[in-house]
């Protein structure tokens, strides 16, 4: 409202200027203004003031772009465009007279025929799912264009059979991008009962299979864990999702979408034990195998840096690798690495051996891939515990060159380094809100939660302790958040080079705490 407009990271100062007057700007504003969902936003804070903005806004990008021509004609915005014209047409209408609601349902109508006739150009995933759904609201919504019900509806099933796996996963491995195919499932479902249509057996079956997947990717504070690409999801749409889709609560599944879920009381660890997506989705995967982040109850303590797609392609691609996610990595080389292309992640480390086990004293995990088989001979292990009571994580990592062909890398590799051996570091990245420093003559970390928390890092075997610093790169922020990263260095010599640690929190830490957030003390003192 104060011309103040940030979309895909991006920041332009334009008071008392139409949203489409604004230039130059990124593709990436661009794409994010022309899908529309900054509507929500509008409508949300719910004024005249925003009210007048929404329609101006609104009526200028029809009076711009309404027949057909200029940017923003995709099938994904199209789609994603038409839900939130039609969610908050309400809004859009009010107040209005005649000619300009005829416009807006010439658009409306332009739109919709657009994607009745390109919706198959949109890519596989999210960005088709976005068409299909915005077709379906067209569809149901608007007179004269039920010819396009059943067929959106058949596709948008047909897309949830191919794109949907058993387990309700999606190939993209992204918590955030299934939860917005979630959202969208649901909202296509409500429109559909809303006009008394039955909804599909297979849009019904993939919104059952999701839900209990995404709460297994979901932190004890209620965030999504931030993996290939994914953050933590927009505030409320989660439970949003999940309230519409009709989860019951019941027993939260350890393993969703290649990941596992450890919990213990108020911690939560979500791990990711798989290779990195392939196909179209390498172009989007990180290098996190193995990687875990940690949640305390409402306050977040390890965590991956985060996808850097908003802040330009050097921290995007710097965001990939595996430095910038909590795991072992050897230095100068990710676990995957990308192909001739560049972006896409071709040569992907592959789990070669992987264990889970629960029980009373709390759970183990076992993982192992071959990321540096080929370019050092070593496999690299890693094994966690979280005792039941959540106030302990434990864990081992390894370097090992396991077969006879193995050993022969490994020492072709001490020969070419002159017997320095391979140099390793093991991270782990802080929340930014988590205050760190050294402790007990440099052999400990001391962390403080913003909850009264304390938690200690200590270590075992060959190697150095380092706090460095690192960066968190959170959507809708301007800039990387600076944070701090706790780092183990040592080097691998042998045929086998192990390193522990563990992860606990201060004996005088209680058992439970009362954490408010700052605005909860409004009122207070």
Not at 39 to 52: I, N, P, Q, S, V
Not at 287 to 315: D, Q
């Amino acid at each position: 409202m104060a011309g103040n407009i940030l979309l895909a990271g991006h920041l332009a100062e334009a008071p008392e200027r139409s949203l489409w007057e604004i230039g130059p700007t990124s593709a990436d504003f661009r794409t994010e203004a022309h899908g529309f969902a900054w509507l929500d936003d509008l409508a949300a804070f719910g004024t005249a003031a925003a009210r007048r903005q929404a329609q101006a806004w609104t009526w200028d990008w029809i009076y711009r772009y309404g027949a057909g021509r200029g940017p923003g004609w995709t099938p994904d915005l199209t789609g994603r465009r038409i839900i939130r014209w039609i969610h908050h047409a309400t809004l859009l209408l009010s107040g209005r007279d005649r000619a300009e609601t005829e416009a807006y349902y010439r658009a409306l109508a332009c739109q919709s025929a657009f994607l009745a006739r390109r919706w198959k150009a949109a890519a596989p995933g999210l960005p088709r799912f976005e068409a299909l759904t915005g077709l379906v609201y067209a569809g149901l919504s608007l007179i004269g264009m039920e010819r396009l019900i059943a067929p959106a509806i058949a596709e948008l099933a047909r897309a949830c059979d191919l794109e949907i796996d058993k387990e309700g996963g999606i190939p993209t491995r992204n918590p955030e991008e299934l939860l917005e195919v979630l959202t969208l499932l649901t909202w296509a479902a409500s429109a559909m009962t809303e006009a008394a249509h039955p909804v599909p057996p297979a849009i019904s079956a993939a919104i059952t299979r999701i839900a209990p997947a995404l709460r297994t990717l979901r932190h004890a504070d209620g965030d999504l864990a931030r993996f290939h690409g994914g953050g933590k999801g927009a505030e409320g749409r989660l439970d949003q999702a999940l309230a519409a889709a009709g989860a019951r609560p019941g027993i939260t599944p350890t393993i969703a979408m290649g990941f596992v879920r450890l919990s213990g009381r108020r911690t939560s660890v979500i791990v990711d034990a798989s290779s990195p997506p392939g196909g179209r989705a390498a172009v989007t995967a990180h290098a996190s195998t193995a990687a875990f982040e940690l949640t305390s109850g409402r306050r977040a303590l390890i965590v991956s840096c985060g996808s850097g797609a908003g802040f330009g392609p050097a921290w995007r691609r710097a965001a990939r690798a595996t430095q910038s996610h909590s795991v072992l990595s050897i230095d100068g080389a990710s676990s995957s690495r990308f192909g001739i292309s560049g972006e896409a992640m071709e040569q992907r480390a592959t789990i070669t051996a992987s264990r889970f086990t629960a029980g009373s004293e709390g759970a183990d995990l076992f993982l192992a891939h071959d990321g540096w088989a080929v370019s050092h001979g070593l496999t690299a292990s890693r094994s966690l515990t979280l005792s039941a009571d959540g106030r302990r994580l434990s864990g081992v990592e390894a370097l090992t060159a396991l077969t006879a062909e193995a050993r022969r890398r490994f020492e072709d590799m001490m020969t070419m380094t002159a017997m320095e051996g391979a140099q390793f570091s093991i991270r782990f990245h802080l929340h930014p809100e988590v205050d760190a420093a050294l402790d007990m003559a440099d052999t400990a970390v001391s962390m403080a939660l913003r909850s009264g928390e304390i938690w200690v890092f200590r270590f075992s075997g060959a190697a150095s302790l380092t706090l460095e610093p690192s960066a968190f790169l959170e959507k809708g922020r301007l800039k990387p958040r600076p944070c701090t990263q706790i780092v183990l260095r040592g080097q691998a010599r042998g045929f086998e080079t192990r390193i522990g640690w563990t992860l606990a929190k201060a004996k005088d830490t209680p058992l439970a705490i009362r954490d408010l957030e700052s605005n909860d003390l409004e009122g207070f003192g």
